[in-house]
């Protein structure tokens, strides 16, 4: 595919991220990722500066290619973990649970490129006047965190509102999924569930082994009373926290409490019954385990397919 917008903003070879996803998203897998072509992300997640800039370094051995940090916003030690990615000069930013804009004129005067992601319009057009360099526009069909649009309802109106490149995620997970994005006016895509099987991953071979039996109806929600929706796969601790969400009188503090360390659980110790899986609706096409590097070429490859032979109407 040639390079486009995005492609040129960031220096890579495919207009894709790869999701900067807490527990998952390490050295290992960003590395492959830009080694592929695209843009690998660390996520900080609730790591402190040193752990992160250890992250890093591991990184930096591993790949010459741009990568970036993803920064989740509510994390106690976002103040350090920012300073962290000025310091280190990290090519990109990309950020996520929150407004990243007390911290963008620091990103921006250390020449780093910031690229918020962005559940609305309004957060998109105001990152993009605080000098974001592109958004993610992330749908509801995504894993982890979420918000309330579909894919296909936010990444055209991002698009429409703002003139900064807009990367499209959620619900992506082959070459067809790349090509809707284009067609609704991205300049590229991020993915995390097709990653989660990528085998550079180094996630739980269990947690591995949920992702692809998944069928499409096997995630669920849970959350979004309190404000904070998450997706993941149906299991034990899913449908716990969809049963006490509910129940008359838990606080948000309580309920917060019910889902600490399940995400651990998942990604480190595979704990299928009390592990937290998240990973996003398109779970139910990912069938196999595959490199970074087939993953991105398959997805590109019949993209560029997908673009060349449909036809909604002949002149």
Known sequence: MASNRL????????????????????????SAVSNAGGLGIIAA????????RAEISKCRALTEKPFGVNVMLMSPFADEVAAVIAEER?????????????????????????????PSVALAKMVARRGASAVIAEGGESGGHVGDLTTMALVPQV???????????????????????????????QLGTRFLVAKECTIHQNYKNKVL?????????????????????????????????????????????LGV???????????????????????????????????IRELFTQAEDVLERTKIWEK
């Not at 495919?14 to 527990?23: L, R, S, T, V």
């Not at 959350?223 to 929706?229: A, Q």
């Not at 651990?264 to 590097?293: H, N, P, W, Y």
Request: aromatic content about 6%; hydrophobic content about 45%; charged content about 20%.
């Open 213 to 257: 039996a998944a069928r499409d109806i096997d995630t669920m929600t849970t959350g979004k009373r309190f404000g904070h929706p998450v997706r993941c796969l149906k299991n034990d601790f899913s449908r716990m926290l969809a049963e006490n969400e509910y129940k008359p009188g838990i606080t948000a503090e309580e309920f917060e409490k």
């Open 7 to 30: 492609c040129e903003l960031v220096g890579i070879e495919y207009p894709i991220f790869q999701g900067g996803m807490a527990w998952v998203a390490n050295a290992s897998l960003a």
């Open 90 to 118: 990290i090519p990109v930013v990309t950020t996520g649970a929150g407004n990243p804009s007390k911290y963008m004129e620091g990103w921006l005067a250390a020449d780093v490129k910031v690229i918020p992601v962005v």
């Open 45 to 52: 997640m609730n790591s402190n500066a040193d752990q992160l």
């Open 159 to 189: 698009c429409d509102a703002v003139e900064i490149p807009v990367i499209a995620a959620g619900g992506i997970g082959d070459g067809r999924g790349v090509a809707a994005a284009f067609m609704l006016g991205a300049c590229g895509v």
């Open 261 to 295: 360390g399940a995400l651990r659980k998942a990604v480190l110790d595979g704990d299928t019954a009390g592990g937290s899986f998240m990973c996003g609706q398109i779970a139910g096409m990912v069938d196999r385990e595959q490199t970074c590097a087939e993953i």
